[in-house]
């Protein structure tokens, strides 16, 4: 069973253009969460959604916003990026319920400079 | 609602045990533990459930206070493989979905 995927693994971007993350979730899994992780905060959750709709946000400003697709593929976008928007992103996908673990993709490594 | 973990940082010695605390100052619904080792994504270890059901691997082990709100993770004979940084993370309702993790504690395990 192929694992959770994310593209591309790796961004260079400067401050104030915009990016979209992708993640490909384990098939059959129709939740996706999505993370920031900075060595300072570590992993920060950022939105979830389960088919088709965001159903948690967490504490981050509207510049950062998602999609998941009908196939449960989501991506995420982050616009007018800041120095400090530089993170790994991670993604994870699960089955419905809180009783079944996430599974992480390896995560997009987001430079801004 | 990010929960509280500690040590924040341990070392041990391959054999040793090690106890990691998570707290929480909200209700919570369930606690998951996750390792993630430099470089890799994280990797499920556990689930505890309010109401004592859990799921994980059989060499790991952990407890859930529902009263303090608190889960501790038991490393026991450690091994060099334990090394990496362990998070909890808690909801607070079924079916929320959203992952509340701690800043993690870096675990390093020496010959």
């Known amino acids: 069973k192929a694992g959770v995927t994310q593209t591309p693994r790796y961004l260079i971007k400067t401050r104030g253009q915009q990016v979209t993350l992708s993640c490909s979730p384990i098939?059959?899994?129709?939740?996706v969460s999505w993370y920031q992780q900075t060595p300072g905060q570590g992993l920060q959750f950022l939105f979830e959604y389960f088919s088709e709709t965001q159903r948690n946000k967490g504490n981050f400003p509207g510049r950062f916003s998602g999609r998941q697709f009908s196939n449960s593929r989501s991506e995420m976008n982050v616009s007018t990026l800041e120095l400090g928007d530089s993170a790994l992103y991670l993604c994870?996908?699960?089955?419905?319920?809180?009783?079944?673990?996430?599974?992480f993709g390896p995560g997009t490594r987001l430079t801004v400079l | 609602q990010q929960p509280v973990q500690s040590p924040q940082a341990v070392i041990l010695r391959e054999g040793e045990d090690a106890v990691i605390n998570c707290s929480s100052s909200?209700?919570?619904?369930?606690v998951h533990w996750y390792r993630q080792k430099h470089g890799e994504a994280p990797v499920f270890l556990m689930i505890?459930?309010?109401?004592?059901e859990q799921k994980g691997h059989d060499k790991i082990s952990a407890s859930f206070n529902e009263k303090k709100q608190q889960s501790s993770l038991y490393l026991t004979a450690s091994q060099l493989s334990y090394s990496g940084t362990y998070f909890c993370g808690t909801e607070i309702q079924t079916g929320a979905n959203n992952l509340f993790f701690g800043t993690g504690t870096r675990l390093t395990v020496i010959p």
């Open positions: 505890l459930l309010k109401g004592g």
């Open positions: 994870a996908s699960r089955k419905r319920d809180s009783y079944n673990e996430q599974f």
């Open positions: 909200k209700a919570l619904y369930s």
């Open positions: 098939s059959g899994h129709r939740s």
